[in-house]
């Protein structure tokens, strides 16, 4: 019986851990990977350190609302925004939170930092998310690749990230949503420097969607859907 009970659980392990993310057509992989594992599942993906830390410790029952919550959040995510990479990862409280990645020459011309027109569609989609959900806080992150300079890196990667939050912005997303928006410069690759494709990859925004205080109170009161 005990043999059993392990071979269930690894099973069931296996296919919540199996749920990844998709590019391109901006589907998200196993969007409703549970509430009950929901925490768990971000931990072992990986603390994105997003955040601000909430006082006190947030119980088992509350993080899998939020969870649930995320889970949403990043269906939505994925539904509208066609050419990003959506995923879930833990902020700082060790609850989960969405990462969505757009690759800068998706969204800006090669050392600018001026939004085209095809990245204005796509953040414009992108801003009815942040719209529906203002219980979300906001950080947006731009890096580069590790041409250049810090004195090069560092400032254009602060102008992309900030052209974006200007841009959702005018789109009608509260500026209270907004907590960190910094330029990381190269200081963050994901991908090794020395190729064409991995430098591509290292020159990316990211935006990270986590639970605000308010939707902490709202999961603690049963309020959050």
Do not use: W
């Not at 947030?58 to 649930?68: F, L, S």
């Not at 789109?171 to 591509?200: D, E, H, L, W, Y």
């Amino acid at each position: 019986m005990k043999k059993l009970k392990a071979m269930t659980l690894a099973m069931c392990l296996m296919t919540v851990f199996s749920c990844s993310t998709k590019q391109g057509t901006g589907a998200l992989a196993g969007a409703g990977g549970g509430a009950v594992l929901g925490a768990i599942i971000g931990k072992i993906a990986g603390n994105a350190g997003v955040g601000a830390a909430i006082g006190g410790a947030v119980g088992a029952g509350t993080g899998a609302i939020i969870g649930r919550h995320m889970d949403k959040v990043a269906a939505e995510t994925a539904a509208q925004v066609e050419n990003a990479k959506v995923e879930e990862v833990t902020d700082k409280n060790g609850l989960k939170a969405v990462k969505v990645t757009f690759d800068s020459g998706i969204l800006f011309a090669s050392s600018k930092a001026i939004l085209n027109q095809a990245s204005k569609n796509e953040l414009a989609k992108f801003s009815t998310v942040l719209k529906k959900n203002r219980d979300c806080h906001v950080d947006i992150l731009g890096h580069t690749d590790s041409t250049g300079n810090d004195g090069i890196n560092i400032p254009l990667s602060n102008d992309r990230a900030q052209s974006v939050v200007n841009y959702l912005k005018s789109c009608g997303v509260s500026s209270s949503q907004f907590q960190n928006v910094s330029g990381m410069g190269s200081s963050q690759p994901v991908a090794t420097n020395a190729t064409k494709a991995g430098r591509q990859q290292n020159r990316r925004v990211e935006v990270y969607l986590y639970a605000s205080p308010e939707m902490v109170e709202k999961a603690n009161d049963g309020k959050l859907n």
